[in-house]
Structure formats: C-alpha cells, structure tokens
T-cell receptor, first 115, second 116 residues
Framework: AQKVTQAQTEISVVEKEDVTLDCVYE???????LFWYKQPPSGELVFLIR??????QNEISGRYSWNFQKSTSSFNFTITASQVVDSAVYFC????????????FGKGTLLTVNP | SAVISQKPSRDICQRGTSLTIQCQVD?????MFWYRQQPGQSLTLIAT?????????ESGFVIDKFPISRPNLTFSTLTVSNMSPEDSSIYLC?????????????FGPGTRLTVT
C-alpha cells in the first residue's frame, strides 16, 4: 500500500524566512512518481513538480527547491525567502508505476507567511 | 499543460437532491479522475472515469451514489446523488496525459458543494 506522511500540520514563518516542508513516503513499487501541489485559499490545486523515482537529482525553480532522497524515502520542499503569497496548504502525493494513476496524498501542511 | 474547467464552481443544495458536476478539458487526455476533499482534509480518489465504459470506483464509493459519465476524451460528469450534509466537500476533476505531457497530473478548479 502507498502512504504519504506530512508530519507538519501547520507552519508559521515571517516573510523572507526560509521554510522546509517535509514529506516521507512508503511504497513497494520500484518505479513511482512524487508530486507537490499548492492549494491557496481559493481552493484550486496548483501543480508544482513531479519527480520520478529513478531521478534523484534535486531541482530548483526560482525560490522553490526540492530534495529527493530515496535512502530516507523523503521528498522535501524548501521555499527560500518566503513571501505572503506563499501562504497555502501544500500537499505531497505519490503515484505508483504502471497503469495505476491513483494519487495518494499526504494530509497537507498549512503554511502561513506573516508580513 | 491542460486547461480544465468545472461547472458549477460552487453550489448550495438541499439534502435528498442530486447535483451533476461537469469537467471540460481543452485537449484530449488519456485519463480523467474525480477526487473529493472533505472540509479540512486531504484528497481522496472517488473513481477513474473511463471513456465509453463504466467508471472504476475506489473502495467506499459506489456507482449509485456517484454516477460518472465520460462520453469522450475531453469531458466528464460526476453526479452526487441523494445528498446529505456529509457530502459537503470540494469535488475536483483531475487529468493525466494532456497535450505535451503524459505523466503530469493536473486538477480543475474544483466545485465547492454545501448540502443543507
């Protein structure tokens, strides 16, 4: 069975601080995909990144970076120099390989960035 | 990425009634799904909408309660039948395999349903 754990329920930071959102996953699949989504107060789910299990390169996109470590089954997300607009719920999700496209979501982390 | 629209964006319904939610994609996609997000909770897959055949439901969800149609590769509907307050949720359409992408998974803006 697939499982995603986001241990941080809520995080509150002050603008310009760096913040890391943790994600730990469990799967028996050898091929799998990891995702991060952002859900602002408006409710839509915004795709941020997909990472394949066979690609452990970390990725940076502007102020966002992702650290994928298979050895610890973690896929952490860091926001550098946080801004008020980063305030949202962030979900980590896992999808197995093959033809099963079901996403298993973590419970989400509510990030509040205060001015 | 695929552009996904949903109608209605929100609705308030009385218990015992039914609501049909539409999902329209701007390009043909391989897979379409329906997810539910109960208040303050994470997302749960309801079913995979199969084009031209019956949807595939996850454990805990049944066709009589959540009938789904997918007549073509760009459109699907989800009906929430005989609603109760416990059905108050955000319902999201999701797609895989849009133009230029076979692995990314995108979500529609959601339909916020309140049952009174």
């Amino acid at each position: 069975a697939q499982k995603v754990t986001q241990a941080q329920t809520e995080i509150s930071v002050v603008e310009k601080e760096d913040v890391t959102l943790d994600c730990v996953y469990e799967t028996r699949d050898t091929t799998y995909y990891l995702f991060w989504y952002k859900q602002p107060p408006s409710g839509e789910l915004v795709f941020l990144i997909r990472r394949n299990s066979f690609d452990e390169q970390n990725e940076i996109s502007g102020r966002y970076s992702w650290n994928f470590q298979k050895s610890t089954s973690s896929f952490n997300f860091t926001i550098t120099a946080s801004q008020v607009v980063d305030s949202a719920v962030y979900f980590c999700a896992l999808r197995g390989g093959g033809s099963n496209y079901k996403l298993t979501f973590g419970k989400g982390t509510l990030l509040t960035v205060n001015p | 990425s695929a552009v996904i629209s949903q109608k209605p964006s929100r609705d308030i319904c009385q218990r015992g009634t039914s609501l049909t939610i539409q999902c329209q994609v701007d390009s043909q996609v391989t897979m379409m799904f329906w997810y539910r997000q109960q208040p303050g909770q994470s997302l749960t897959l309801i079913a995979t909408a199969n084009q031209g055949s019956e949807a595939t439901y996850e454990s805990g969800f049944v066709i009589d309660k959540f009938p789904i149609s997918r007549p073509n590769l760009t459109f699907s509907t989800l009906t929430v039948s005989n609603m109760s307050p416990e059905d108050s949720s955000i319902y999201l359409c999701s797609v895989v395999g849009g133009q230029g992408s076979s692995y990314e998974q995108y979500f529609g803006p959601g339909t916020r349903l309140t049952v009174t």
